[in-house]
């Protein structure tokens, strides 16, 4: 556990908003400088709150208009069971979040695809013939806001 002040909390909110600012450009915008920011990234990296920076790439430009979460629920649950649904979903390229999950269902997966009728032969050919797989609810996501 590691304390927070107001600083920290404005480096992650300006980072969670683009991982790829350097030190320079984070110092400005939060009234640091260069050195300062830096220093403090590397105090929240070490202390493992900042455990790494991802590219975000734009799903519509690269073709896939459609996002899908599905709510997965197995069939079988053993320990094998899950181990081999894992092994098997988190192969399908499209399938994009796997989340293991208390509730109604099991995993919560969020897919993409380029169109509903592509969605529809994933879910049919690909997802539907995983192991274990018992029964599966879509919500095709309409607009998202943050």
């Known amino acids: 556990m590691i304390d927070l002040d107001d600083i920290d909390r404005k480096i992650l909110r300006e ?3 683009n991982g ?3 030190a320079a450009a984070l110092g400005k915008m939060i009234g640091l ?3 300062s920011a830096w220093r403090r990234v590397k105090r929240l990296e070490d202390a ?3 455990t790494g920076r991802q590219i975000m790439l734009d799903r519509h430009k690269l073709g896939f208009d459609v996002v899908v979460y ?3 629920k197995l069939a079988a649950k053993g320990r094998v069971g899950l181990e081999d649904f894992e ?3 988190c192969a399908i390229p499209e399938v994009q979040l796997v989340q293991h999950v208390l509730g109604v269902y099991d995993y919560r997966l969020k897919v ?3 169109d509903l009728p592509d969605f529809e032969r994933i879910l049919r050919r690909r997802i539907m013939t995983l192991p274990g797989v018992g029964e599966v609810e879509s919500n095709v996501m309409l607009s998202e806001e943050k």
């Open 70 to 72: 599905l709510g997965v």
């Open 20 to 22: 790829g600012l350097n």
């Open 112 to 114: 993409v695809a380029r």
């Open 15 to 17: 980072l969670t908003s």
């Open 33 to 35: 400088t260069q050195p």
């Open 87 to 89: 092994r098997a979903v």
């Open 48 to 50: 493992g709150v900042i």
